[in-house]
């Protein structure tokens, strides 16, 4: 019942613009922590952004100052804008919702993934 279904990637040029969207159903969405990994080909999958359950957020170095995450609990989704896209930002983008429940236990579920890809 737990589900992650993320949306808008798409093709797009360099310095252009997407804003992805994670749709969260089956669970209470304002108790979890919310990220954004990608995952480009023969890369290992990597953080961009998180925003945790009050608001605070981090970012990858690679991203700061061109992503912003946010959060609207009252839809039960979380959003990537990215701008100034480049290259190297091509890759499959997961949300990710984690929540731990006791010093060695916790809760994670992963979307399927949307493709982004930033080419001329």
């Known amino acids: 019942q737990v589900q992650l279904v993320e949306s808008g990637g798409g093709l797009v040029q360099p310095g252009g613009s997407l804003r992805l969207s994670c749709a969260a159903s089956?669970?209470?969405?304002?108790?979890?922590?919310m990220s954004w990994y990608r995952q480009g080909a023969g890369k290992e999958r990597e953080l961009v952004a998180v925003?945790?359950?009050?608001?605070?957020?981090n970012y990858a170095d690679s991203v700061k100052g061109r992503f912003t995450i946010s959060r609207d609990n009252a839809k039960n989704t979380v959003y990537l804008q990215m701008n100034s896209l480049k290259p190297e930002d091509t890759a499959v983008y997961y949300c990710?919702?984690?929540?731990?429940?006791?010093?060695?236990?916790?809760?994670?579920?992963w979307g399927q993934g949307t493709l982004v890809t930033v080419s001329s």
């Open positions: 990710n919702a984690y929540k731990p429940t006791g010093p060695d236990g916790y809760l994670e579920v």
């Open positions: 089956g669970y209470t969405f304002s108790s979890y922590a």
């Open positions: 925003i945790t359950t009050v608001g605070g957020t």
